[in-house]
C-alpha cells in the first residue's frame, strides 16, 4: 500500500445507490449526498456494499458509480468498493475495473452459494487469487446475516500474512472473535466494525474504525464515538453508543436499506426507491422511523432545514 | 403451458457445465453428455442449474449452454433453464433470454442475499412479477443449503394459484411439506423432489418426479424408482432407492458438484474440471468416491466400457 | 428381547399426562382415556415423552404414571417410558426404577445440555452405558427441535450393533436419512416415524410405524395410514396422510401440548391444562384449532358424542 | 436488594463442581478451591451454573454445594446459584431451597425443552412468577449455546421492571445487545458479561462486571481488565484482554468443562473427574491445553508453586 493511498481508519458510511423513479441509476443524487458526506470528518466510503444494493445492480452501473463516487470523493478519502462474486476469476475482473475506475480499496466478501463446500481451504485458496491478481489492496468482507458463511477467525489471521489482503469489515458482530484476530493478525491489520451497534466495544479489542450504515445518516455521531474513544472519554463515547443502537437497528438488522433510504430522504438527503425485490417501509414503518430518528436526536424536526 | 410443451414428469437430471483445460466452457463435451443421457427414459434436463455451476457462468455462456442443450436433447423432452438472480428485473431478462434461446421451463431460486428482508410479501411479488413477464412456464425452486431461504408451504400454495406458475423443485427435503403443499396447491402442480435421496418417499406423498443430480450417472435407476413406484411395486423400488442414498450423498451434500463431475469421468461422460473457487476432489476422497460407486452398482469395473 | 415383549411395530400415541385443577398428575383421568385408546388398533403407548410434558414432572410422578399406563393397557401391548436425562448415571437409574414399574422399553434422548460437547464419542458412549445396564430394550429417541442435537446416520448405524438397542424414533423428519439408517442398520433395527407429518414417506423407506401425536386424538387414521401401506394401497393411504397434515402440525410443530390437550377435550378425551412454563391456548388458537379438526374429519360436530 | 445482600458487580467465577474418583460430590474439594479464590480480588462465586455441571446433579448434591460455597465464602461476597429448571414449580421450589442454604441470589436460566414455544410471553410469566416467589434477588441467564433460547433485548428489558429482577448474566456474547439493554432497562440492572472473551467490551456498553469461566483459573487476570477499564487504562486492558481470548477459548467454547476442570489441576487447584456423559480430555487435547496456558502466562511452570 503506498504512501498516497488515503488510510482505512476512521468512519467510512456504506453508501446507498439512488435510483430515479424509472428504477436508474441516478449519479447527479449521488454526488449531492456524497457533497453533504464531505462535510463531515468521515475517512472515506464504501461503495457497492450491501447497502449500496450492489448484488441488484448489473456491471456498468457498478463502474460508473465508483467513478461518480471517486469524482465526489475528496483525494485523500478512501473510495472502498465491493468487488466479491461467486466465481474467482469474476471477482478479479471487476475487482481490476474498479480499480482502474478509480477504488482504492476493494472490499471482497466470500463466495458463498456452495455454502457446503466453502471450507477454509477453499476459501483460503480464492482471496489469495483475488489479491494476488488485484491492483489494489484488499479488505476481507465478513457479512454471515447476507452471505451465510461466518469466515473463522484462524483464515483471517492467516490471510491477513498476505501483503496485499489489509483489512477486515466484520458485521458479525462477534467481539470476542474480533478481539483474537486483533491479537494474531499483526498491529499492520485493520480492522472494521461493520455495524454501529457494537462500534465503541470493536474499538476497546483494537478495530480502528467502522464501516457503518448509520454514518450515512448519523455521520457526526459515529465520528463523535471514534473521536472520543481516542481521546479516552469512554463515558461520553458510551452515551452517544448506546443513544445509536435503536436508530441503527432500524436501518439494518430490522428493516435494512429501504430504512436506511427512507432515513436519508427524512434528513435531507437522496435516498429515493429500493430496487424490487425489495420493497419500500410501509406507512407505519415509516412512522415509527421517524419517531426512532428524533428520539436518538438524529432529525430534530424544528431545525432540521438548519443544522443538516 | 401449450399442449406442444414437454410435460414437467419424470426424471430430470440437472446437467453439469463441462469446462476445457483453459477453464471456458465445452459445448462440444456437453453435447456429448446430452447424446448419453437421451439413451435413457428421462424427461428433459435442467441447464443452468446449482450442478450447472450457475452462479459462476456469465450471461453469454448461460445462453450458449440453453441453446446446445435444446439442440442436443430430444424435442419432446423438457429443457428446464434455471434463472433465479438477485434482482427481479435482472431475473426477467434472463428468463425471456433463456425462452428465446429454447428453453421450456424457467426454474427460479429465490432472491436471497438480502435474507433479513425476503418476507413472505416480499417473495411473492418478486414470483409473480416474474411470471407475469416470462413467456415460459415457470417452476418454483426451493434450495435452503444454497440459498438459506426455505419457501414456505403458505408461499408456494399461494404462488401455485398463478397460470404461469407451474411447479416446484424442492430440495430441503421436508416431506411432510411436499405433502401439504400437494393437498393445498391443486394436482395440476408439479412437485418434483429436489435430490434422490428422497425420491421415493416424495412420491409417496405427491411428486411426480424428480431433479435429481444422480440421475447424472445413475439415470437407469433413477427411472426405475420412478417406473416401480408408478406400477406399485413399492418393494422393489425401495431396495433401488436405499441403494442410491450413499452415491447420492457423496455427489451432492457431502461433496458436491466436484464429486459429480469426476464420478461422470468415472463413468465415462465429459465431467472436467470445475470453476474456481470450487476445487476438485483430492485422491482421498476420489478413491472414496470410486469405491462408493462400485459398492452402489452405479460402475461396474470390468464391463465398464461396454455398459456405458 | 424375550419372546414375551410386545412387538415394536406400529402405531404408539405419546400420551400427554393429565393433571387436575391444582395442577397434580390426575391418574384417573389416564386411565380413563388409555381405555379409550385400547380400543383402536394400536401397537402400545409412549409415557413420558415430550407430549407427556416429561420435563416438566419429578421422578415420583413418573413412576406412577409408567404404572399406571402399564396397568391400564392390555398386555400384549408395548408400554415405552421416556427415560433420556442430562448424565448418564441419572438416566440409568430411570431406566432401571421405569422397567421395575412395568415398562417394556425405554426411550431415550440424548443429554444436550452441553451441545458443543455432544460428539459422536461421548453420545455413542452415553446410549451403549445405557443399554448395558438397561434391564428392557432401549429406543433412540432422536427430537433436534428440542434438543439441538440431531443423531447422525451413523452413530445411529453403529449402535444399532448393540444387542440391547432395538429402534429409533426419529422426529427430524429427514427421510433420506431413515432410508440410509434403514440401509445400513440392519432389518432388525426398528425405524418409527416421529410425526404423523411424514408417516407414509417413512414407511416407504423402512419404517416400520410411528410414535405420532395425532395418534392421540386421530387413532384410526393414523393406523389406516399403516395399514394401508402394508396392503399397498398407497392412492388411498396418500390421500389419509394428505388429510392429517394440518391437524398433525396444530398438535405439534405450530401450538404443541397445549393444543394436543385442547384437542383431546375436544374430542371427549382428558385433556386438561398444561404444567406451567407451558400456556393453554387462546380463545383463538382454540377456534382455529377446531376448526382444523372438523375440516380433517377428526372432529364431527353433529355425531361427536356419539362416535367418540 | 437490602444494603447487607453483597453487590453484583465484579468478577465472579462459576465454579466446578469436583467429583471424586468414585463420581460422587467432593465437598472438601471444593472448600479447598474455595479457599484459593478467596485471596483474590473477586466479588463472589456462582455455584450450580453451567460450569458447575448443574444439569448432572441432583437436588440433595445441589443444596449441599450451595451450603459449602456459603460456608467457605467470605460473608461480603456474594454467592450466587443456579435455579433455572425445566417447569416453573420446580424452578420455585429449588430457588426457595438454595435461599435457605444460603445462596444470595438466585441465576435463572430459562426453560428451553419446548423452544418452539417459549415465546416472550410465556417466559415473561415463567421468570416473573419466579421472582415474585423468590425471597432472594434474580438474575437472569442467558445461554443460547446451551439452551437454544436467545432472550430477546426487549423481554430482558421488560423483565428488568420487576423489582426483584435485578441483573442478566449474558453468554451470547452480542454486545449490540448489551448495549441495548443497559440504554432501556435503567442503570440499576446489573449486566455481567458471561465469558470472558468480551469482558472489556461489555464493560464498554455498561456492563459491570462477568460471571467468567476464566476467572477459576485466571482470577487475577480478570479482575485486572475489570480494574483498569474502571481506571480509564484501556489499553493495558486490552492487552489482557487480548491474552486471555486463547485460554477463554479454550475452557469453555472448544472443550468446554473437562478442559477447565483439566485447566485447574494444572494450576494446583482441585479440578477431578467431569461426570459422564462428558468425557476428560484426551492427551493431545491436555498438551495443547498446556500449551495455551503457557502462552497465556496464566501457568508459569518453573516457578508455578510458588506464585499459585
Redesign the interface.
Known sequence: MGTEVPRLEGIFPPIPTPFDAG?DVDLAALAENLGWWSRFDLAGIVVLG?NGEA????EAEKLRLVETARTATPEDRAVIAGTGL?????TIALTRAVAAAGADFALVLP?S??????TD???E??FR?VADASPIPVVLYNMP??T?IDLSAELIADLAGHGNIVGLKDSS????KL??I??EAGRDFRILAG?A??L???????AVGGVLALANIAPKECTDIHRLFAE?D?NTA?ET???M??P??AVT?R????ALKAAMEMIGLRGGPV?????PLDDAQRDELHSILIEARILEPKKKEATR
Chains 1, 2, 3, 4 share one sequence.
Do not use: E
Request: aromatic share 8%; hydrophobic share 40%; proline share 8%.
Open positions: 428504477g450491501s448484488v441488484l445492480l448489473d461467486q466465481s474467482t476469476r469474476a463466495p452459494y456452495y455454502k457446503g463446500l466453502m481451504v477453499v476459501l485458496r480464492h487469487a446475516a447476507c451465510g458482530g462477534s467481539v470476542a478481539g483474537r486483533y491479537g455495524s451497534g457494537f465503541l466495544p470493536a474499538l476497546s479489542v483494537g479516552g469512554i458510551r453508543q448506546i443513544r443502537i435503536a441503527n437497528a438488522r428493516w435494512g436499506v429501504p430496487r424490487p425485490p425489495l420493497l
